[in-house]
């Protein structure tokens, strides 16, 4: 797999992207990617890039199947689902 490239504004925001995934779809402020990890190391994963980004994390839903996490920097939100699929996890990542 490759890793994504997430275009600006993403990369302004400081927006830390889970590693390794392939980009599905890509628009300046969504994403939607896909890993063969499974939905707990795409949560912890992501979690942990974002905290150490600065940004302040509320979890909302965190399960074996599906998790989702809202955080917070400098005026922006992004929101991050992870959902499993037969062969791994996808990753849709929304900012605003």
Do not use: C
């Not at 917070?72 to 959902?83: E, L, P």
């Amino acid at each position: 797999m490759t890793a994504p490239t997430i275009q600006a504004p993403h990369t302004a925001f400081e927006l830390p992207v889970y590693r390794p995934a392939v980009a599905l779809v890509e628009t300046r402020w969504f994403a939607l990617l896909h890993t063969a990890d499974s939905v707990r190391e795409v949560t912890a994963g992501q979690r942990a890039r974002l905290a150490a980004a600065g940004w302040e994390i509320t979890p909302i839903y965190e399960g074996v199947t599906t998790s989702t996490l809202l955080a917070d920097k400098d005026g922006r939100t992004v929101a991050v689902n992870a959902n499993a699929t037969g062969a791994g996890s996808s990753l849709s990542i929304s900012v605003w």
